[in-house]
């Protein structure tokens, strides 16, 4: 493997673990606890296809007249991925994306989707990420969450936008949230079979071959050039570091209900 991603796995290790091993995963023991949980995650699940798009808007030609455009390892693992996030089957075997399997888990289980809802109007109708924030009631970590994000493809540099998708987006769910999920699902098997359904899924289309190329793309975007590879550590870092102030924001709103039971 290439010396410079075996360097940054190495620095960012600490990090990934935090957010593998973070207390939040511990907290949550019931359908309502994960309706506070999955009010937040939806956020995430939102802004990755925002990413994704931006990674292939950027790295395949996407405009007319066609063109070939980059590598074309990278133009088919955009587009293979682009495929099973944003027209995937449901548990049914209809077309959906993968944030639309999950709002229907959210509906499933009685969390308030009212939100992420009123956000993407709003956003849809003004452009304005201000107003759809602050109409939708957005919880100041998922705001901090998706303003990084948009700061990161705003940049316009695709080696930043590569990073935090390949190193802050993949690999991230523990096993332990996923014996909780299932044991949640041996219980209320109508409430959270979406949401098992979601997970297992996210997890096998985001397996080892996307891993591995996302990695070269990564490795092909940085190239030898030194600051662009600074720059990559520092911004998967902090991206490492939104994705830990989400799961706080998490667990203190539980800590907070559970208190006042």
């Known amino acids: 493997m290439n010396a410079r991603i075996e360097k940054l796995q190495k620095t960012i290790e ?6 593998i091993n973070h207390k939040v995963y511990s907290i949550i023991e019931d359908v309502e606890d994960l309706k506070v949980f999955m009010k937040y995650h939806i956020y995430a699940v939102w802004d990755f296809m925002s990413l994704l798009k931006t990674l292939q808007n950027n790295l395949t030609c996407t405009t007319v007249p066609w063109f070939p455009k980059g590598s074309a390892d990278t133009r088919h693992l955009i587009n293979e991925i682009v495929v099973g996030e944003e027209s995937d089957v449901d548990m049914n075997g209809q077309r959906k994306s993968h944030f639309e399997i999950y709002i229907e888990a959210m509906k499933q289980c009685g969390a308030d989707t009212t939100p992420i809802e009123i956000f993407i109007s709003e956003l849809k109708q003004t452009g304005s990420f201000d107003i759809a924030f602050d109409k939708s009631n957005t919880p100041k970590e998922a705001k901090e969450f998706v303003e990084f994000t948009f700061q990161v493809i705003e940049s316009k540099k ?4 590569s990073a935090i998708f390949t190193f802050g987006r993949e ?8 014996s909780i999920i299932n044991d949640a ?27 591995h190329l996302a990695l070269q793309m990564t490795s092909n975007l940085c190239d030898t050039n030194e600051q662009f590879w600074m720059e990559a550590e520092q911004t998967t870092i902090q991206s490492l570091q939104k994705r830990i102030n989400l799961w706080d ?12 039971k």
Do not use: A, C, T
């Open 14 to 19: 600490p990090l990934r673990q935090e957010i």
């Open 158 to 161: 695709d080696y930043l936008q």
């Open 171 to 178: 690999d991230l769910i523990p096993g332990m949230f996923m």
């Open 185 to 211: 699902h041996k219980n209320f098997p109508d409430s959270v079979s979406i949401f098992k359904y979601y997970l297992e899924r996210h997890i096998e289309v985001d397996g080892d071959h996307h891993s």
């Open 249 to 260: 924001g998490v667990y203190e709103e539980l800590l907070k209900r559970k208190k006042g």
